[in-house]
């Protein structure tokens, strides 16, 4: 059931699932924040209390995106056999320069993030990053290939990052908005936007 609540000077909505497991989660999927309660929880609202700065933080930043999301444009014109062309090219490029190999590249419409980067080196890239500029894509791929020398998001992996892009900050967050984007374009599209959630950083793992 659709809820509401007022955090400081924010008013956030949300919905509350019950189900089987031990500890409460919560997500925000479209926008929305879903809590995700173990069956025997008695106050819910107690959740959203001891949450309330986390929750209050991630609202703000997801309003505050979709402002600035406004001012970018989707790049409309790149064909899907184009796009895995880029892909395969970067990938193989960046295999080479760090001396990598992979198992495959797959291409999959994923409704929560733009890529990842399996144990058996196999890199799958969602196909709604064709629709991004160049550089995003860049990055992405970059980012996904180098997670063959570290799994994790850790200083290390950062400090990998850093050597190619050093202002990876300043692209997460563009492609946080550019998530925005890539979500309106499917709701006026007609397709149902699924569970098409919001990455709060860039999780490909
Ligand atoms: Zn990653």
Known sequence: M????????????YDVDYRDIRYPRLEFRTGNLLLV???????????IDKHKNWIYRKNSEIISSLKESKDKKLVMDRTAEEFKEIVKNK?????????????????????SKWASCSS???????????YLPDRLIDYVVYHEVMHLKERKHNEKFWGIVNKKFCDHQKIEKELFLYWFLVQDLIKN?????????????FPCS
Do not use: W
Not at 39 to 45: E, Q, R, S
Not at 189 to 201: D, F, M, Q, R
């Open 91 to 111: 990938v193989n490029l960046f295999l080479l320069e760090c001396d990598l190999n992979i198992n495959g590249v797959n291409f999959r419409n994923m409704s």
């Open 2 to 13: 659709h809820k509401k609540i007022n955090i400081y000077d924010l008013e956030v909505e």
């Open 37 to 47: 309660l173990p069956k025997n929880t008695k106050d819910h609202k107690e959740v």
């Open 120 to 130: 058996q080196k196999n890199l799958t890239i969602n196909t709604l990053l064709k």
């Open 189 to 201: 599209s007609g397709k149902p936007p699924a569970n098409l959630y919001i990455p709060i950083l």
